[in-house]
C-alpha cells in the first residue's frame, strides 16, 4: 500500500488521541527509537534528561562523540546540552555586523523546529534514509497521526508537512519550561533566596568584571551585570583556538587533520574569515555537561579556564593541559583566531580560576545540583 493511502487510512476522522497538547505530543516523538533506522535511538538518547541533556553514553571516544543508531557510527562534534536552547534566536546577522544565532554549532538550523529535524535524516545519528521513511514510522502510531492532523492541520498524506509537524510538536516541547526552569543557585541569589558563598562571589565578580577576565565579552547577553534571566551567551561565533581532538578523530574515523570548518560550513555562510567559528553555548549547566568545546576534548570544566588563561600568560606552566600532562594543542584554523577576546585581560592565580569554577556551579538547574556532586 503507498503511503499516501496508508497515512489516509490511519488519519481519516481521527481526534488527537492519546495526547491532550502539542508539547506532550513533541514529549513522546522526543522519545520514540522506532524513528531511527534499527529503532534503538531517540532524541533523548543524545540528550539525556537526567544529565543536563548531554550524551551520557561511553564509547570508543570517550564521551566526546555521540554512537549512532548503527551502533558504530560516531560524530565528530560533542552533542551541546538543550536546556534553555529555546532562547537561542533564530540564525541572523546583528547590528554589528556578525553572525549570530541558531541551531547546531553552526548554526545551520535557524530554529528549533529545524534542529529537530536533522538527526533523524543524518546517516551517523538515527540513520532514516529520508522523510519518508520517518513519516512511515510515525504511521504506525495512530495517535501520532491523529495529533499530527488535529495540532498542525497537516494533509497527513503530505511527506513534507507530516514531517515539518512533527519537527513543530518536538520543538514545542523542547520550549516548555522544563528546559529553562531559571531556578539555579544563581537565580536563587539575584531573588535573594540564596547568600552565595565568599568563593562563588569573587567567581561571580571575576565573572563580570571585563577589567579583569574576558568571560563577559562571549558570555553575558545582558547590559547589566548579575541580572536576572542571563543566558550567559550573546549567541556570537567566534574561534577559540580548540586544538583537534586526535583520541576521538582516531577513534571515529575522521582524519585527524582535516579542519572542522564551523561556521564556513554553514549553507548560508561562505566567508573564509568565518572558518573555524563555533556558536558560544550557554554556561547553564556548565558544570554538569561536559566534556567541552565543540569536539569534547576537555573532560574538566577547570581545564577549560585553564585553556584560556594560557593566552594571558607566556609562562611555561600555565600552557600545559592537566588531563595529558603536556601542552595544549595548536589550533585547527589559526588564521581566524579571536585574539582580541581571549587576550583581554591578566592572568589569573589558582585562586581565580577556582572561584570562576565555583561560580559557573551555581549555574546548575535545581534539578542537576545533585550531579555536582558525581
Known sequence: MKLAVVLWVLGAGMAQAGFDSVEELGEALFFDVNLSQNRTQSCASCHNPDHGYVDTRQTDAG????????????GDRNAP?????????????????????????????????????????????????????????????????????????????????????????????????????????YDRAVRGDYVMTPQEALGQDLFFDKARTNCSLCHVGNEKPASAGELFTAHEYFNLGVPTNVPGRKANGVLVGKIDFGLLGNPEVNDVIEMGKFRTPTLRNVAVTGPYMHNGIFNDLRTVVLFYNRYNTDESGWQINPETGKPFGWPEA??????????????????????????MQTLTDARYEDLLQE
Open 81 to 185: 546540552t538543550i536546556t534553555y536552547a529555546r532562547e537561542v534566536p533564530v540564525f541572523q546577522v546583528n547590528d554589528m555586523g556578525f553572525y549570530m544565532g541558531g541551531l547546531f554549532l553552526d548554526g545551520r538550523a535557524h530554529d528549533l523546529a529545524a534542529q529537530a529535524g536533522g538527526p533523524p535524516l543524518n546517516p551517523i545519528e538515527m540513520g532514516m534514509p529520508d522523510k519518508a521513511s520517518v513519516v512511515l514510522r510515525l504511521a504506525e502510531n495512530t495517535d501520532y497521526v491523529a495529533a499530527l492532523k488535529a495540532y498542525f492541520g497537516a494533509d497527513v498524506a503530505d511527506v513534507d508537512a507530516t514531517y515539518d509537524a512533527m519537527t513543530q510538536a518536538i520543538a514545542a516541547y523542547e520550549r516548555t519550561d522544563l528546559f529553562a526552569p531559571y531556578d539555579s543557585k
Open 334 to 359: 589559526p588564521k581566524t583566531l579571536a585574539v582580541r577576546e581571549l587576550t583581554h585581560g591578566p592572568a589569573l592565580s589558582n585562586e581565580e580560576i577556582d572561584a570562576l569554577v565555583a561560580f
Open 63 to 74: 564521551l566526546a562523540f555521540s554512537l549512532g543508531d548503527d551502533g558504530e557510527s560516531l
